[in-house]
Structures are given as C-alpha cells and as structure tokens.
C-alpha cells in the first residue's frame, strides 16, 4: 500500500495529540466536514497578525502595502494551485457562498435585464426566462442545491436533476434525458460527500456544453483530496472551502472562467468592489474585485496558501494514493462486518474516501455516540445532503471520512467501535 | 463505561418497547417536528377529552435514535392522560434538567429522569428533547383551537 | 485628561512592537480601516485550532460539542456586549455581508411574494412595491449605499438620502422632508468613518418609526469605540464588523429585531440553515440559523469573544473617554497648522476619533507618502465614502484615526509628519 | 532618506508645471480612467493625423497626486506626436518596469526613468499607471475606429 508516513504529519497537528472522552486517543475520522491545521497553516496566519495587519487594497501606507501583498500572494499560491489565473479565484466565507455567488449572478442579472439596467458585457448568459432549466443531481450537498431552488423560485426556472442508481452512481443515462436546450446550468458535485462517489466530470461537461449550458462543480470534497486543474477539467466555474483543505475556516474560493466572471453582475455589494461611487448610482471594478465587498479575509488567504504549501510538498498524487488506499481497506473491513451496510459505492473505483454506512437495527445518532466514547470521530445525519438519504431508504448515517493525518490503525479503531455498538446494543450479529 | 449514564436500561427497555406509538383519526392538533441535523423526525397528536378539558390524550409515531424514541415514549406514559398544566410543568421541567439548572425530579418526569445523562452530551440534547417541544407546540396549537371555539 | 495606560495596552499588540521604513516607531493611525489585534485574540483564536476544532452544528462527536459549545458561547458574549439577546445576533463574514443581507430580504421577499411563494410571517414588510423609498444618508459608506442602489434598480423602488451640512453634520432639517409614508427603511451610519460624526439615532429613530420605516444602524465605527445597546439605541437593525474592534478578520455580527429576523427569507442558502430538504423544496431553520449558510468562520467568532472580553476589561467607557481626549487633542493641533483644513466637525461634540484633513497644495496621497516615510501610517483617498468627499468638493483625505493603544505622542508624530509634508514640497505656510 | 527617490526633482518639477494638460475638441478617442481606490482621475483623449497615421496626438486632462500628474506629463513628453507602436512599446516598458521586470530605459521613458522609485511603492503604482493605461485604452479605440472608418 503507498501510504504516506502518518506519524511524521499527525506530529505537525496540535489537536492530535489530544485526547477524547478520559483519555481516549484522538481517531479523528470527520475530515469531510472540516479538517484539522497543522502548525504551519496556524503559524503563518498569526505571522500577517503579528507583523503585517491591515486593511488590503485600502491603503497606501507600508503595513497596507505588505497586507495586500500577502493576500494577492496567497490567491496566486491557490490559484496555481488548481491551475488557474490569479484574477479568476474570487475570495469567499466559504463554498457554500462560492455557489450562491453564481446563483445569484443569474438572478441579479434576469432582474436587471428585465429593468432595462446597465449589465456587464456578456451579462445574456445569466439571465433567465420562465421556464428555463437548472439541472442538478440527487448527490449534491445542499449547499448545491438549496440555492437553486431559491434562483429558480424567484424566477420561474424549473429544477430538474440526474438520479442515482441503486449501486451509489449518478444515473448517466440521465444527462440524455434530463439535459436540453433550455439548460442553463448543470451544477453538480465532483465527489459525492456522502457516498464517496467521484463522478465523471467529462461525460457531464460533455452533455452541458452540447447543449450550451454552464458547469458549475462543486468540488469540496475533490480539491482537498486529488489533483484538480480546472484546464484539464474543462468546466465553467468550481467551488470550494479552505477549511476542509488544512486551511482556516473562514474561508472559500471560486474560480470561474474570465470571460464568465467578467461578464457577471455583482453579488455583495460595498466598499472595494466599486469603480465610482455617486450617490445615485455605481460602477463596479474587474473581477476578482467586483466580487469582493468589504474588508475581505486576508489572514485566511494567507492561511489557506499555507495549506496548499503544505498539500503541495506531500503531493497532491500522493494524498490521493494514502486516501485510496486507505478507503480500499475500510471498504474491506466494513463489507465484512455482518450487520453493515454501507451506502455507496462498493468499490474503491472512481471512489473518495467518505465512507457512510448503517448498522442494522442501530440508528447512526447511537452508533456514532458508542464510536465517540472510544475516541472515534464520525459524523452522523444527513451530512447536509438529505435526498441521497431519501433515494436509499435511511433516515441517516455513519460516516467517516479520511485524510492524510489518518492511517491503518484508525480503520481498525473504526471497526471495532462499531462491534462495541453492536454489542453495547446487544444486537446479535 | 460513561455511555450506560446515557443509555440507562429503562431508555432501552423503552427505546426497543416503545409505549404508546401510533397515530390516530381526528385529533385536536397534529404537529410535525424534525431535529434538523439528523432527521429525525416525530408526528405528534394532541386531543382534548371534550368531557374533561383536564384529560388530554397524546399519540404519535416516530423515527429516529434511541434516545429520541425512548423520550418520545416516556412522554407518552406521562402525559397522556394529563393536563394541559401538568404537561407544561413537565416540558419546562424536562428542559431545565436538560441545561443542568435543575435536579431531575422523578415526581414530574417518572422514567423521563433516565435521561439526565444526555445533559452531557450537548449534541443529544435535541434528541431527548424532540417529542417534548412537539407536545408543547401540540398542545399550544389545541388550547387555540379550544379558546376559538 | 482621561487617557488609558497606553504603553501597556500597545505591550499585547505584538504588530507595534515592529518598526516601519528603515527603523521608524510604527505609529498606527489607521484603526478606522482594520484595528490591531492582541495577543489575547489570537491566542483565543489558536487555542480553538489546537483544541476544539470541528464543524459546529453538524457533528455529535466530542470535537463537534466543544466547537459549538465555543461558537455559541461567543455568540453569547458578543451579544452582551451591544445588550442583545443571543439568537439575534447573525454571524456574517463583514458588516459588508450584514447589510447585505437586510437588503436582499427586501429583495428575496418581494421577489417570493411577487411569485406566490411561502414566506415567513410577517415578510410582508420586506417586500417593496414600485415606487417605495429607501433612505440612505450623505455620509454613508459605500457599504450601506451601493446595497440599497442594487436593491432600488432591481425592484423599482426609489433610493433617497439625508444630506450635510457644511460643518460636517447631517442635515437634520432633511428628515421631515425625505422620509414620507411610502419609505420603508432608513440605513444610516451612527458615525461617519470619514468625517467622524456621531449621528442623533434618537431623532432619525423618531422620525423613520413615526412614518412606519425601519432602520438600519450602521455601526461600524461606534461599537468598537463607545458603549452601544441596542434596546437604548431603538432601531431595528446594527451591522458592525470584528476586525475593527480588535477582532479578527473574516467575520461581522448583525443584529436585528426578533420578529424581524423571524420574518425575513434567507439569503444566502445551503447546509446548516434549513429544516427539512427535498429534492424540490426546503423549509429554513430559524434565525439565527436561517442566516448562517455553510460551515461558519467559529475560530473568528471565538476570537472576538476575546476581543469582546479585552474591551470589557477595560470599559468601553473609559475606551470612548480615550479617544475622545486624543480626538480633542488633534483637533486642536492640526486646527493650529497652517495650511490645513479638517474636513468634518472642527468641535469634539458628538464626534468620534475619524480626523480627515487635506493640505493646501499637497495631495492627500502625497502627504500620506511623507508621513508613511515617518512610520506614521494613515490611509489617504476617499475611504469607501466617495459622496462626501464630493460634498465637500475635495477629491480626497488624508485621515487619522484613533484607538485604545495611540496616545499624544502619537498625535504630535502625525502633526510633525504633516509639517515634514509641507517643507518636502515646499509648501510656504 | 528614501522618499527622494521616489519623489525626484523631476518628477516634482513636471507635477508642478505639466506639459500639455488641457482637452481638445473633435479627437479620435477619449477615455476617463479613474483610481478606485483613491478617487484619482484623468480624461485622455487621442488622435491620429489623418495626413500621417504615425502623428498620434495626446491631450488630456486629470486630477490627483503629484505621482500620477507628473507620469502624465511626462507621457505627454513622450508620446504626444509619436506612432502608436512607439506608444505601445513605452506602456509595456513603463508597466514592466513598475512591476521591476526590466531596467529603466531612458530611450524609451525619456523622464519617465525618474519615476523607478515608485516601483518600491506598490499601492503608488497604480498612480503611476493611471496615465498610461488610459493612453492604451484611447489608442487601441482610435485605432478601432481607424479600421472601421
Ligand atoms: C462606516 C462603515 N461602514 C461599513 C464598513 C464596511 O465594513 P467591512 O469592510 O468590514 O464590511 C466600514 C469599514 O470598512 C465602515 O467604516
Ligand atoms: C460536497 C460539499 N459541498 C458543499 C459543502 C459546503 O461547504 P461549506 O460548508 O464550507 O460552505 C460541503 C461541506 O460542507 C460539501 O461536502
């Protein structure tokens, strides 16, 4: 098994050497909904605190001049990080702003093309006429799907969505049906966070893009976890949160295509985003800019770009390898254990490493208590993406999550909680 | 081992024999309430005895953890039968062992006092708590019903 | 005077131990913009990071509890701080953010009404007709006026503004005529960030209530400079941010009424903020949930707890006494000099530490070259606040402004710096 | 001390007496720029001599910092007069050399050489720009609506 060396990298984790629960060592199997820092990620944030605070792009003095540079520093590090431009990674809270961003660059510019207003150039694109579709698929957080709902609720665009089949993949057949010519955007997620799925981006950007629709990607759950380059992926926009890359939390990014940025009207609007001000009425600055009302989070960039130091001197091909192999085996030792089932994907093909499942006749909320007590952090519920629930008849799951702090012995600690549950609830197996 | 603090054998008598689950026909108010984080999720029934006003019959059904079914059920063998004031003595009291500001008094919650374990794992808190809102609200949305009528 | 111990407060800011250009003290003047952080905020910040670390509000496991307990309990003690109740508070990434959420509830529930779709009790008050008024003022920062232009050309509604007068001050008399029946919210600044201004909220309060409006605060320059409550206060809304009172950045606190809150539709939309999810629909959680969409910035909430408790410690004041002393003073010397012109009120009644000024014949950013090459470091331009600067038909300030860790010899280095400016350029004054 | 680098003699002698400022009627091309962050403006107007398309006349007015007035007087100096390629070629330079990828080169800047020190400045770098992107801009629409015409 290529696994990368644990203890060497959990060493640089403050948190993991801590303990749960009197005195349980730390399994800490939830990285899927935030990951832990190392040192240097917490270092280098306090670093810009320390020695280089102030507010970005607003002033001219020397300490401004070292805060700007550190951030536009930072984004060119993230940027390159998923091969991209600097000026096309727009700064956000987290992805969940990223997506709403798109959502409501559609509705901002419908409303104002209706009103006759001043849209940037290309601006066509975003605007939507009743009856219109939006095309999602039954995996996404909701993150990727509530925002949808609401951009077609105002507008009279009509959701429609790619489904599921029974072994935990999208439904491909379904991009032939679902898709047509009054398909303005398919955003759907690279990696499943509840099943573990990572779909085929080709097939899906194929299928918009044949019929003239936008790609949004959510990638949450790939960015942290395996070499992204947005080129490569021939997609129109992705989204994605700091936190869940060693990053702080705080923080988002969203890389979209320049021509498509350029062509968006503003989301949040303020200070710093502006090109004049008057008080009756506005214009607004390039891309990334425009997109970046207020003071923005500089001390997460520079957190962030530390992450991806970090990320890149392990190696991106490599994290993915560990994850893999790791999810290989938990998916060995987990479809070994009667009375467990889990769901998604079987195999560790096209397969990220959240592993959900459900334990007969114990509800996951119990499970995960029992797997707590012996230091094993899982998370429980929908994991914000109830309709995957729904589409495979469980009210909720286990699941967990790995990253590259994580190794063998935290699978077994993983399985033999879950025989503690199994005993604990006396259910015979 | 903490964990038998918070699955006292009485939650999981009650939690594999819940007491009381089922829903019924023409009901004084219906509410349904979900703990958003997990979706769990419980329909709860309140019927006013139009003989006694004092008698309020509670019925419900559910899905959801241990604890949250074991609560539901508990609930059931207190108030069911009892007054809209004993049932809100009740709630406030269930929610006041919940944030730890109050003892747990056998006299007002019966088996219900099992759960004071949950009060130490914040998370689980909404869990115990579910059915007891549920009734609130219930019996809040009934009462109107009533003074309206 | 009654000035705070400033040597040992500026002793927990490790940014003004550095120097600047070549060995210079480092004399922040720019606070107004972002302030310093203590040593207590950042370590409250890492201790989150190395301790507690986990996505709150979605797990179950230990690290799960204790990050949620740590974010609510901040919450907490930041609504204490302005007298409000917790669940009223709505964590956003900026004050930018805060006021752009109050804007897109208009917005959304005009939008959602207009199509029939369910909203909360009470939205209608959100929801605007053609024709009806926001009220901004003069002096706003583009913050709270570029929000509510977007708001006016997407629905129709008519944007209209409270002017000044030529000592610096709102034009009161602009009350009784601007405000009518049909406006529906007045957003006003407590205290101008260019020209330091201390608004009468009593007075706008009486006036936007009397005609059925609500108000929005902007107190982004007045909670983290004197004591606000927000019960006292009477309005209806208060948007501030966290790294101007000594916080971290990446994260802003609005504060609404509970009914109103109660009432308005989301905004931004994802995990986290709802009921239930189907594919087709969703119900939202309450506030301040509903608001609260994506992992939350709870390492940046728990850090302005700390910087909440720092300014406790002190008192806010003997913090406003402070500033107000050094206000006094600097309004004195730069009054004195030749060739200088303060650009807002000239008294220190009703007036916060923002001192803009321009100097004959030298442009604001020149003078800030000099007095950055002093280490005095201020921002020059028109600080977000294009409109008054065109009010008082100058095309930009220099600004000073003040906070707990400046006093006297910092003022005297500011007005040495300007006397330096004037000689460079051979200004004969 | 280092702000002489920045603010040279010449620099200061052309903010304080500019060459060439004043708008023209009937041009090629006129394009407003601003400084978002500081309010700075200039109006940078073009045209080319019909009888000699490489007779390319600037004119311009603006207002802001000594920085940003004196690289427009200097733009004047170099550009007013010169073809849109020798134009073009002095933006790239005069961008190259704030960014401190090339050595500052008299032939092509002429005064402008003077203005290196703001390089050492990055939030002055845009005053020192302002002037000549403008100039970019007006020239790439003369030269659009050359080719329309
Ligand atoms: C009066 C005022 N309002 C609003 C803002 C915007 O705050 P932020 O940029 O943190 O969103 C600021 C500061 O920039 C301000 O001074
Ligand atoms: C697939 C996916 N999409 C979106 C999100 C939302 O990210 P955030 O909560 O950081 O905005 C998450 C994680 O919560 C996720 O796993």
Redesign the interface.
Known sequence: MTLLDVARIAADF??LG?T???GQR?V?L?SG??S??PRQV?DA??EF???????V?????????EA??AFESARLTIAQFVGAQTDDIVF??????A??LVSYAFL?AT??AG?G?SLPDGAQRFVLAEGDEIVVS?ME???????W??LC????AV?K?IGLTDDGRLNYNDLETVLNSRTKIVAITQQSNLLGTINDVGAIVAAAHGVGALVLLDACQSVPHMPVDVAALGVDFIAW?G?KMLG?????CLWGRAELLAAMP?F???????????????TF?LPPKRFE????????AVGLAAAVNYLNAIGMDKVQAHEHALTSYALGALGDMPGVRIIGPLDSRDRGSAVSFVVDDI????V??????HGV??????H?A??V??RYSV??TTRATFYIYNGIEDVDALVSGIQSAQQ??GVSV | MKLENMYQEIILDHYRHPHGKGLRENVDAQVHHVNPTCGDEITLQVTIDPENPDRVIVSYDNQGCSISQASASILFDQLNNQSIQTGMTAVDHMVAMMQRTEEPNEDVLGDGIALVGVAQYPARVKCALLSWMAWKDAAIQAQGEESHA
């Open positions: 403050p948190i801590r749960v629960r009197d730390l800490y939830d909904a935030t832990q820092k917490l944030e306090r605190y320390e020695k280089h605070n102030a507010a792009h607003r002033g001219a003095h020397q300490l401004a001049e700007t540079d956000t809270k987290n992805a969940t702003e997506i709403n901002n409303l104002k009103r207003m039954e957080h909701h993150a990727n799907l509530v925002p709902q609401e609720d105002k507008t009279g959701l969505w949160s936190h702080p939390l705080g923080i988002g503003p949040i609007t303020g200070g710093s985003m502006i090109e004049t001000v008057q008080m009756d009425r506005s600055a009302a207020g003071v923005p989070m500089a001390a997460q509800h996951p909320h119990d995960g208590q029992v797997l707590d007590e952090e899982v998370r429980v519920g929908h914000c109830w309709p629930c729904r009210p909720a604990f609830f």
